[in-house]
């Protein structure tokens, strides 16, 4: 278990952000929002796996960290093993659409309450902002839904 005030005493250091910011990036890369998005497009490709492998292979380039005076989060990052990791907001009232990504993902929710949830292969699943870390396998079709009054905060990274 993690102290998670330590946690969002750091998150507080952030820049301003709106929806996402790269807590991990590619090296010499300066740009705090590079990565939160897409990685690659999947017109790219001749076909969806294919684009989903490509992700796969540069998601683990996000190694270097974009914020070293985070020195807490980083600890965690690094024990945990994550990779192109963010922190990403998910603002009252509204979801993700329904996906799938490139590799599995460790949350660890730092702000959060009872409607905020991940629906996954159809299951609801809650997450606490306890100090505890999740391994969610974000392979399957998934979703993330703030139907709360407050901002949903998680740090969530490539596993």
Not at 54 to 65: D, G, Q, R, W, Y
Not at 91 to 105: A, E, F, L, M
């Amino acid at each position: 278990m993690y102290d998670i005030e330590k946690i969002r005493s750091e998150i507080n250091l952030l820049p301003e952000y709106k929806f996402q910011i790269s807590l991990q990036t590619v090296e010499g890369c300066t740009d705090p929002f590079y990565g939160t998005g897409a990685i690659v497009d999947p017109k790219d490709f001749p076909t969806y796996q294919d684009a989903q492998k490509a992700a796969a292979v540069l998601e683990k380039t996000f190694i270097h960290p974009m914020f070293p005076e985070l020195e807490y989060i980083n600890s965690i990052l690094e024990e945990l093993k994550m990779y192109r990791t963010r922190v990403m907001k998910l603002i009252p009232g509204k979801c993700y659409n329904y996906h799938q990504d490139s590799t599995k993902r460790m949350h660890i929710p730092v702000q959060t309450n009872e409607d905020c949830f991940l629906i996954i292969d159809d299951v609801v699943h809650r997450y606490p902002a306890d100090g505890n870390n999740y391994e969610v396998n974000t392979l399957l079709k998934h979703t993330a839904v703030n139907a709360g009054r407050e901002e949903r905060i998680h740090i969530v990274g490539c596993i």
